[in-house]
């Protein structure tokens, strides 16, 4: 008889939503916001599902642990080795590519479509008749072609755009054109027209986008970085935008959150800054997760969406 414990900063709206499906066998579900609320509602939960950053705080009060589903793609703080990892760490996966495509298209077509410049020209009361771009025929890099790389390719594909993919090893998305492994980095990012990075901080991306890779990109391309910040050598980035050699990034996610007030990319005109908000998580999605998994734990069968504690998804 599961005992669930919901720990997120939208534990009310969770614990409605999940009460609401009347899951079967279930003994007992709690909800709490933070480690103060939580550990005073018992010690004895074997589910939880939450926010990683949160329950990394009670994982050491909670002995009978045996399932963590979290609301994030990604599990950062629960992947220290010096945690316990007794117990099956699942994560969200399969409600974040429709808008991460939503981000990432918008901003390729703001680009493409010139839209600061017409607005620009509006403001000066000038007829700007230049001729606009399109993504047709363009060529879209995607570091990371897990769930929503895989969901970018296929939009790329309705644009008519040719699709490269970088990745470990998996090649199972149809709609990547080429795919590209281990030391195949520069000959994957050679005459990009867009590079987009949804990569997972773990030790083998950190900082993969340095200026060795930077160099390889024509001087038109643009890159956005929807993933971690911590897969960018923000240093070599800047130097690239302001020497030319990069047209335009796009960048919601930082080494460092909230970004310093003295950090340079304040003062980079060339680049826009999201702020963490390209795939909002909505309760109702991330419930339906939760719940699908759930009835799966209940009957014995592979939950999905399971991590690798050592690869880090």
Same mark, same amino acid.
């Given at each position: 008889?599961?005992?669930?414990?919901?720990?997120?900063?939208?534990?009310?709206?969770?614990?409605?939503?999940? =009460?609401?499906?009347?899951?079967?066998?279930?003994?007992?579900?709690?909800?709490a +916001?933070?480690a103060?609320?939580?550990?005073?509602?018992?010690t004895? /939960?074997d589910?939880i599902?939450?926010?990683?950053?949160?329950?990394r %705080?009670?994982?050491?009060?909670? #002995?009978n642990?045996?399932?963590?589903q979290?609301?994030w793609?990604?599990?950062? #703080?629960?992947? $220290?080795?010096s945690?316990?990892?007794?117990?099956?760490?699942?994560?969200?996966?399969?409600?974040?590519g429709?808008?991460?495509?939503?981000?990432?298209?918008?901003?390729?077509?703001?680009? =493409?479509?010139?839209?600061?410049e017409?607005?620009?020209?509006q403001? @000066? +009361?000038?007829?700007?008749?230049?001729r606009?771009?399109? !993504?047709?025929g +363009?060529?879209?890099?995607?570091?990371g072609v897990?769930?929503?790389?895989?969901?970018?390719?296929?939009?790329? +594909?309705?644009?008519?755009?040719?699709?490269?993919? *970088?990745?470990?090893?998996s090649?199972?998305?149809? %709609?990547? $054109?080429?795919?590209?492994?281990?030391?195949?980095?520069p $000959? /994957?990012?050679?005459? !990009?027209?867009?590079l987009?990075?949804v990569?997972?901080?773990?030790p083998?991306?950190?900082r993969?986008?340095?200026?060795? !890779?930077?160099?390889?990109?024509?001087a038109?391309?643009?890159?956005?970085n929807?993933?971690?910040?911590a897969?960018? $050598? =923000?240093?070599?980035?800047? %130097?690239?935008?302001?020497n030319?050699?990069?047209?335009?990034?796009?960048l919601?996610?930082? @080494?460092?959150?909230?970004? #310093?007030? @003295?950090?340079?990319f304040w003062?980079?005109?060339?680049?826009?800054?999201?702020?963490?908000?390209?795939?909002?998580?909505?309760?109702? %999605?991330?419930?339906?997760?939760?719940?699908?998994? *759930?009835?799966?734990?209940?009957n014995?069968?592979?939950?999905?969406?399971?991590?690798?504690?050592?690869?880090?998804y």
């Amino acid at each position: 008889m599961p005992k669930v414990l919901i720990l997120s900063w939208h534990a009310e709206e969770f614990h409605k939503l999940i =009460e609401a499906a009347h899951l079967p066998a279930l003994e007992k579900l709690a909800a709490a +916001k933070d480690a103060a609320e939580a550990l005073p509602l018992g010690t004895d /939960f074997d589910v939880i599902f939450g926010e990683p950053a949160r329950i990394r %705080d009670v994982l050491s009060a909670l #002995p009978n642990l045996r399932w963590v589903q979290s609301i994030w793609a990604g599990v950062e #703080p629960l992947l $220290d080795p010096s945690q316990r990892r007794d117990y099956l760490l699942t994560n969200a996966r399969g409600v974040f590519g429709g808008l991460m495509s939503e981000f990432v298209f918008g901003y390729l077509l703001l680009h =493409e479509r010139r839209v600061f410049e017409r607005l620009q020209a509006q403001q @000066e +009361k000038r007829w700007d008749h230049s001729r606009t771009g399109t !993504l047709r025929g +363009k060529t879209i890099g995607l570091l990371g072609v897990g769930s929503i790389g895989a969901h970018l390719a296929h939009t790329a +594909k309705h644009f008519g755009m040719t699709v490269r993919g *970088y990745t470990r090893s998996s090649e199972s998305c149809r %709609d990547v $054109d080429a795919y590209y492994h281990g030391s195949g980095l520069p $000959d /994957f990012a050679t005459g !990009l027209d867009y590079l987009v990075s949804v990569l997972p901080n773990i030790p083998s991306t950190r900082r993969i986008v340095d200026a060795s !890779l930077l160099s390889q990109l024509p001087a038109h391309a643009v890159f956005i970085n929807a993933g971690r910040g911590a897969t960018v $050598d =923000e240093s070599a980035l800047i %130097d690239a935008l302001q020497n030319g050699r990069l047209a335009l990034a796009v960048l919601d996610v930082f @080494e460092q959150e909230p970004l #310093p007030p @003295e950090h340079p990319f304040w003062r980079t005109s060339n680049l826009l800054m999201t702020f963490h908000t390209s795939a909002p998580s909505f309760p109702a %999605d991330l419930s339906r997760v939760f719940i699908e998994n *759930y009835h799966r734990y209940v009957n014995g069968q592979p939950l999905l969406h399971l991590v690798d504690f050592e690869r880090g998804y």
